[in-house]
């Protein structure tokens, strides 16, 4: 089983068998919600994201990362050993879905 970090929208069921696809694997999927406070420093707000979630502990496999390329970076700075999962919008209404892996 692998582990995903997602602190990005929540991933719709679609979104999940595709990444299950992509990764041949089953996934344990953590949802950290991100709403950032942009007159603030952002590395703080996503630590306490990760704290209130209850994973600080994890080391993900996969992280969906936030879609502020700044918070992004961050992201993948606390974790630089996860891939990164990207994110396209399909269809309209636009839905979300796993494109790549990185």
Not at 10 to 30: F, Q
Not at 58 to 76: K, N, R, T
């Amino acid at each position: 089983m692998k582990t995903v970090l997602n602190f990005s929208h929540p991933l719709s069921h679609a979104a999940v068998e595709r990444l299950k696809e992509m990764v041949g694997s089953d996934l344990e999927i953590h949802e950290i919600a991100m709403h950032f406070d942009l007159s603030k420093p952002l590395e703080p707000q996503i630590q306490a994201a990760i704290h209130k979630a209850g994973v600080a502990k994890v080391s993900p496999d996969y992280i969906v990362p936030p879609g502020l390329s700044p918070a992004a970076i961050v992201v993948s700075r606390i974790y630089p050993a996860a891939k990164i999962v990207r994110l396209s919008a399909h269809g309209t209404p636009p839905q979300w879905l796993p494109a790549e892996i990185f």
